[in-house]
């Protein structure tokens, strides 16, 4: 089956610092991939979709100067946190798909980033 | 935008049968999935339904019914494992023409021997 991976799986930052995710289709090439949120007990919250070579589509409220998102290969998005605060705390999951809209969208595991 | 309920808590016991039930309201339906997420983990994908109708997958069926905007996942012959939370979640056509998937909340089933 179709595998994506995320690096780190969790990270500890000081306040201000940058963070940045790596998430990787391992056996498929993903046109498309999405990068999730997750408050503790709360569901999934989009934050943007990305298509290889073009710029990331925010969802309204997640802010694109501080959520830094490249796509730059079929095979690799990153997430990058900057100067993050406290309140980033959270579970970032990527997940990707390999072609067409009605395509499945397969998760990567998590990453768990805490903001001191 | 989309509104996605489903229960927020489910009990059962070992080997009984439950059904997670879920509605939804969308401008633009694409296709509804379920998923299944044990705590501190990524999402699991279960089920996939873009036609009304049911689609059974093993111990898993999941149903559909676009005119009621209606959902429900049924798991057959509970194992303990299968507690976790269950996340509907569905996809619409979204903005500048890429499809989103917004998830419900989940529902909590807990499988007692």
């Known amino acids: 089956g179709a595998v994506v991976s995320q690096h780190p799986s969790w990270v500890i930052c000081k306040s201000g610092t940058s963070v940045k995710i790596e998430c990787r289709s391992l056996?498929?090439?993903?046109?498309?991939m999405f990068w999730y949120r997750q408050f503790p007990k709360q569901s999934l919250m989009l934050m943007a979709t990305?298509?290889?070579?073009?710029?990331?589509?925010?969802e309204q409220g997640v802010e694109k100067d501080k959520f830094l998102i490249n796509h730059a290969s079929l095979t690799l998005s990153t997430l990058t946190v900057t100067s993050a605060h406290p309140e980033d705390s959270s579970f970032y999951i990527c997940?990707?798909?390999?072609?067409?809209?009605?395509?499945?969208?397969?998760f990567g595991p998590g990453t768990r980033l805490t903001v001191l | 935008g989309q509104n996605i309920d489903q229960p927020t808590e489910m009990t059962a016991t070992e080997g009984a049968i439950v059904q997670i039930n879920c509605t939804y309201q969308?401008?633009?339906?694409?296709?509804l999935f379920w998923y299944q997420q044990h705590a501190g983990e990524a999402p699991t994908f279960l089920s996939y339904?873009?036609?009304?109708g049911l689609e059974e997958k093993g111990r898993f069926s999941s149903f559909l019914s676009r005119s009621k905007g209606y959902s429900y996942l049924l798991l057959k012959e509970l194992q303990m494992k299968d507690s976790a939370s269950y996340l509907c979640?569905?996809?619409?056509?979204?903005?500048?023409?890429?499809?989103?998937?917004?998830f419900g909340k989940g529902t909590m089933l807990l499988v007692s021997p």
């Open positions: 997940s990707a798909r390999e072609g067409a809209s009605t395509d499945t969208q397969y």
């Open positions: 056996d498929f090439q993903a046109t498309t």
């Open positions: 990305s298509n290889e070579g073009s710029k990331a589509t925010y």
């Open positions: 969308t401008s633009g339906f694409n296709g």
């Open positions: 339904n873009v036609l009304d």
């Open positions: 979640a569905v996809r619409d056509h979204g903005h500048s023409g890429y499809s989103t998937l917004t």
